[in-house]
């Protein structure tokens, strides 16, 4: 039994043509085949259950044993070397200068002291100030 | 529930099968969504591709018509969300959703201008008005039919057909959109 909708009279009539006609312009001509889908799944399959397996083992146990190994070797070749003064440890380094033997901090002995100009002031105090005639100014003793 | 999955030439005969029979759903489903051919392709060729993984793992799916629209339903909304909704466009051959496979007459310019018209007029649609009137004028289905895809009875699909196409009309005739030259 076909029911179909009973449409308005003339309205109806174009709307119905109009909607036909955009859906038809709208399918896709031709109809898109189905998605292909054994060449992607198959290989994938074959690689994981087989020799990707193993291979992957064996990667994961070297990784493992280079871990290990750089765990146990890399700290005995660091300690070997840079061991420090027992007792500077605790002091931290801002107080080696106190030490005896601990090496000095650089100063500036023998070398001339460079005159440093005041930001701003551009010229040195004391030197250029003019001498004040203070006569007249205060009471004769 | 799971069992072990037929052969993969079986496997194959029966989704090709099932891509015969309900493909044409699933793109009116997705195009009623969006308005748009590509999106509609593309939204039908991931659902079908989803159907074919859910059988390789061996699940049974019991009804593979309401999985499948119900899958295409799901993606076409997280299409929303997808790099190419918010970056891309749309190529030069289906501008205004309109298919240019064809010489360029004017005729023809006036066609596309009209379906370009009525595709925007249809997007203010609500989206339920838009999935029926697909149903019924792109996949040429009757009331009975409808009912079943939709899950609803049969008067109630001639109600909703019936305001949507009057909705529509109404619109049409707001924006000025006539008949086809």
Known sequence: MRSVVPLSQNRGDNVDGLLRAFYRAQMPHPWPKPPETSSQTLPFRRFSRGQGATRSRWVLAASVAFLLAGSLLLPRRFTSQERPEPGIEALGTANRNILPDAPKMKTNEGKPVEKKQLPGLGFDEGELLPDLDDTGLFPPK | ?181
Request: no cysteine; charged share 30%; aromatic share 8%.
């Open chain 2, 1 to 181: 529930m799971k069992s072990k999955p037929p052969p993969a030439d079986v496997r194959r005969a029966d989704f090709e099968q099932l891509y015969e029979r309900h493909s044409r759903e699933v793109w009116a489903v997705a195009y009623a969504r969006w308005m748009n051919a590509d999106t509609a392709s593309d939204v039908m060729q991931e659902t079908f591709l989803r159907l074919w993984k859910q059988q390789e793992t061996g699940e049974t799916i019991l009804n593979p018509r309401a999985w499948l629209l119900r899958v295409a339903r799901n993606l076409a909304e997280d299409f929303a969300k997808s790099a190419f909704r918010r970056n891309g466009t749309s190529p030069p051959q289906t501008m205004n959703g309109v298919q240019a496979s064809e010489p360029m007459p004017l005729e023809r310019l006036e066609r596309d201008e009209t379906f370009a018209q009525l595709r925007e007029v249809m997007e203010q649609l609500p989206k339920a008005d838009r999935e029926i009137l697909t149903l019924r004028y792109a996949l040429d289905y009757e009331t009975g039919e409808i009912a079943e895809l939709l899950s609803i009875n049969a008067t109630a699909v001639h109600m909703r057909l019936s305001r949507a196409r009057q909705r529509l009309a109404d619109r049409l005739k707001r924006e000025g959109v006539g008949p086809l030259p």
